[in-house]
């Protein structure tokens, strides 16, 4: 039994907690050679295909991956639906030495793929 004196607040004793938690989306590379910057991504941006592809990996991320490693790297992503979708595939495999695509990726187990 829960007893309210009169002088506690009813604040002091409520506590309540917003319906979706707050949160925050960011983008990294890692590679036996190092680990690039954090990208974050403005709040307001819807993540789909174009906006991966175009913004995401175009403008960020393979530069940085390029800088760090040279002309040759194997890139591999986990399986989020904008990494999977066909243009970005299509675009990965035009762009990159050696991209490990989908068909080939290990089973989803942590023991057997670390990027997921």
């Given at each position: 039994?829960?007893?309210?004196?009169?002088?506690?607040?009813?604040?002091?004793?409520?506590?309540?907690?917003?319906?979706?938690?707050?949160?925050?989306?960011?983008?990294?590379?890692?590679s036996?050679?190092g680990?690039?910057?954090?990208?974050?991504?403005?709040?307001?941006?819807?993540?789909?295909?174009?906006?991966?592809?175009?913004?995401?990996?175009?403008?960020?991320?393979?530069?940085?991956?390029?800088?760090?490693?040279?002309?040759?790297?194997?890139?591999?992503?986990?399986?989020?639906?904008?990494?999977?979708?066909?243009?970005?595939?299509?675009?990965?495999?035009?762009?990159?030495?050696?991209?490990?695509?989908?068909?080939?990726?290990?089973?989803?187990?942590?023991?057997?793929?670390?990027?997921?």
């Amino acid at each position: 039994m829960i007893v309210c004196t009169p002088t506690a607040s009813k604040k002091r004793l409520q506590r309540t907690r917003s319906t979706f938690s707050k949160s925050l989306m960011s983008s990294v590379g890692v590679s036996k050679l190092g680990q690039m910057q954090l990208i974050f991504v403005d709040p307001a941006v819807k993540i789909n295909g174009a906006y991966y592809r175009d913004v995401l990996l175009t403008q960020q991320l393979l530069p940085v991956v390029q800088e760090i490693s040279g002309v040759f790297f194997i890139l591999q992503q986990d399986s989020a639906p904008v990494h999977r979708a066909r243009d970005t595939i299509k675009r990965l495999e035009w762009e990159t030495p050696a991209f490990i695509a989908p068909n080939l990726w290990p089973s989803n187990s942590p023991d057997l793929n670390p990027v997921d």
